[in-house]
């Protein structure tokens, strides 16, 4: 729940920056999507090829945040592979902790790097 409401005011703070609504969608459409659930290796599989492609829109829109949210897949790639060897052991399993803060910083790059934000802070204007 918290997801979509850091979704929507990143939409919001980006309205006009069309690049960054790109990726911004790329992260949106990844955390809609639902992994098959009746395949233990197409569950990882999923989520991995899901971070890749998240990845690949985000360095081919070329926005502020591409960088960081291509940084921030990888270690969600890295975390789904951790993920696919430690699942029968779930108090070391990635998803419990680590994964979901992965995706919120991702969303949060988006926010934080946002042209209208970084303009703010440059300026040194207070809200």
Not at 22 to 34: E, F, I
Not at 59 to 85: D, Y
Request: hydrophobic share 55%; with cysteine.
């Amino acid at each position: 729940m918290i997801a979509w409401a850091l979704i929507a005011l990143a939409a919001a703070i980006n309205r006009q920056d069309v690049r960054m609504l790109g990726v911004l969608a790329a992260v949106a459409v990844s955390r809609m999507l639902s992994p098959p659930m009746h395949s233990y290796e197409l569950f990882y599989f999923f989520c991995a090829v899901s971070e890749m492609c998240v990845g690949l829109v985000a360095l081919l829109c070329r926005s502020n945040a591409s960088t960081a949210v291509a940084i921030l897949c990888a270690a969600l790639i890295v975390m789904h592979v951790f993920g696919a060897v430690l699942d029968g052991y779930p108090p070391m399993s990635p998803y419990r902790i680590i994964v979901p803060l992965l995706e919120h910083a991702e969303i949060l790059a988006c926010i934080l790097l946002s042209k209208p934000l970084i303009d703010r802070i440059r300026n040194h204007e207070t809200p």
